[in-house]
Every structure is written in structure tokens, then in C-alpha cells.
């Protein structure tokens, strides 16, 4: 039986290997097999430990799930409301719940440690690779010939009048939006990597167990870990209310949408050498000038 507490350390060696394969390869092609494959990695190893866990004699230390708090940058930072928005993403296709401050400087993670791990290195990498795709959009210049609609308020004989209007798109507005946009198409792909890798497992447990009495352990495993993880948030968290993202304050520029949408798609693994340097404080450089 596989140990629960060997799997996380081999895992993200393994992991942090194809994240280096992913970024020294021009090939967008084989750039995005690389990150299925970094996805792929993390659920089955996810899928081991939770088996693992429900083979766990009384005598042994059985993993439990833990709070992480995980930081996403300093108070006052332009942006940090579209990184949440990454960080909940690659979250949610790796069976981890988050709580947001209020100010979005920090996640709250709940989750088995070896799933935030992976969050952490996945969120880490592709982090550096949307702030430096969205900067390249921005210095183009694209965003300038675009328009929105927006919410404009006039004087109007001595009272204001709400009414709409295309109004030009600004550069930190461009710059959310392709941020949102890219947060959106990692999660879809990543989510839909992790639902291919469960099925394949159960339909493997299924045909294992197909003519004898035995349950398909790796059914019953996730079944386990999903209570045990709802069971754990539901007594831990103290959120008082859902983070609705960062849709709420930001206007919809389609061009910019669009632009984030295709650098989603063709995102490669940027730097991430160490990936247990990833539960520090996980803030990229890049600029906001629009």
C-alpha cells in the first residue's frame, strides 16, 4: 500500500520536472501536454492518498485536511482580486476550498496537504506567465482601439442622469480583464484534465472489481474525502460571506477578454525551480501601467 506521507515529496519532484519541460519548450503544443500532465500527476497522486488514507490502520497517523493561508501581495496592490481569482481556479480543480480577506492580500486554503501543495506550484508558475502575457498586451497597444459599455453620469438641467455610453477601454481596466479572462480558461482546462484522470481511475477500479464482492475502492475514497473535506470547512471556516470575484468592480472589455482567453489556452508553466518555495509569499513582478 502507498505510504500517504511518502507520495506529496515524490510528487512534486515529478511535478516541478514537467513544469521545467513546459517552460523550455517553444512548442505551444507540447507546452499545454506538459501542463495536462502537471494537472494529470496532481489528481492521481491526490486519487493515491485518498485510497491510501482509507486503508489506514487505527495505529497509524491518518492525514487529516489543514488551513493554509496562503499570500497574495501587499495591502493596496493593484490586481490582487484578479490573482485570487487564478489562485481559486487552479483551486477548485484540485478538490482545495478558499476563503478571501477582504482586502484579497491573503487565501485561506483548506485542503489535504499534498492537494494545496500542488495548487501552490501550479499557482506559482502560471502567476509569473499571466502578469508577463498581459503586460506584453498591454505595451502593444491593442487595448486602445477598443471601446466598452459603461455606466456614464451627466448634468442634465441641474440633475444627474445616469445613461449608457462606449466609452474608450484604460489600460488597467484592459489589463483586469485579460486577467480574469486567462484565470478562466486554466481552471476550465485544468478542471477538465482532473475530471478525464478521475474517470479513468474509476473505470479502472470498476473493471478491477467487476466479478467479486470488493467496492471500487477509488469510488468510495473521493466519496470519503469529499465529506471529510466539506466536514472540515464547514467546522474551520469563518466566512461570513462568498467572494464573488472581481467581475463585481470591473466593466467588461470584450477585446481584452478575448486576448486573456487565448493566452488561457496556450499557457506554459513559467519559473518555478523550487516548488516548496511556493508557500511563501507567491507575488509576481510586473508593471501596471496602462
Given at each position: 500500500?502507498?505510504?500517504p ?15 521545467r ?61 484578479t ?53 506584453l ?46 484565470a ?62 472581481p ?19 496556450a499557457a ?12 511563501g ?10
Open positions: 500500500m502507498t505510504s506521507n511518502a507520495v506529496p515529496d515524490r510528487m512534486l519532484t515529478r511535478i516541478g520536472g514537467l513544469l519541460k513546459a517552460e523550455s519548450t517553444d512548442n505551444e503544443h507540447e507546452a499545454d501536454a506538459f501542463l495536462a500532465a502537471a494537472q494529470r500527476l496532481a489528481t492521481k497522486s491526490s486519487i493515491d492518498l485518498a485510497v491510501a488514507r482509507a486503508h489506514i490502520s487505527g495505529r497509524e497517523r491518518k492525514p487529516t485536511p489543514v488551513q493554509r493561508v496562503i499570500t497574495i501581495g501587499e495591502p493596496g496592490k493593484r490586481g490582487l482580486r490573482y485570487v481569482h487564478l489562485f481559486v481556479a487552479i483551486a477548485s480543480a484540485n478538490d482545495v476550498h478558499c476563503d478571501v480577506a477582504r482586502t484579497s492580500t491573503q487565501v485561506y486554503a483548506y485542503g489535504f496537504p499534498a492537494d494545496i501543495d500542488a495548487c501552490a506550484a501550479l499557482y506559482a508558475s502560471l502567476l509569473v506567465q499571466m502578469v508577463r502575457a498581459s503586460d498586451y498591454i505595451k502593444s497597444g491593442a487595448y486602445r482601439s477598443a471601446t466598452m459599455e459603461k455606466i456614464v453620469v451627466a448634468q442634465r438641467g441641474g440633475r444627474r442622469v445616469r445613461h449608457r455610453a462606449r466609452v474608450p477601454v484604460a489600460g488597467v481596466t484592459a489589463r483586469l480583464n485579460f486577467h480574469m479572462a486567462f478562466d480558461r486554466v481552471g476550465r482546462r485544468l478542471a477538465a484534465v482532473k475530471a478525464d484522470t478521475e474517470a479513468q481511475a474509476r473505470a479502472e477500479a470498476d473493471g478491477a472489481a467487476r466479478g467479486t464482492n470488493a467496492f471500487p475502492s477509488v469510488a468510495v475514497a473521493l466519496r470519503d474525502k469529499e465529506i471529510e473535506l466539506r466536514d472540515f470547512y464547514a467546522r474551520a471556516s469563518q466566512a461570513r460571506g462568498t467572494w464573488r470575484g467581475q463585481a468592480s470591473t466593466g467588461y472589455a470584450a477585446a481584452s477578454r478575448a486576448a486573456g482567453d487565448r493566452a488561457g489556452r506554459r508553466i513559467a519559473t518555478s525551480p523550487e516548488l516548496h518555495s511556493a508557500r509569499q507567491l507575488e509576481p513582478k510586473g508593471s501596471w501601467a496602462g
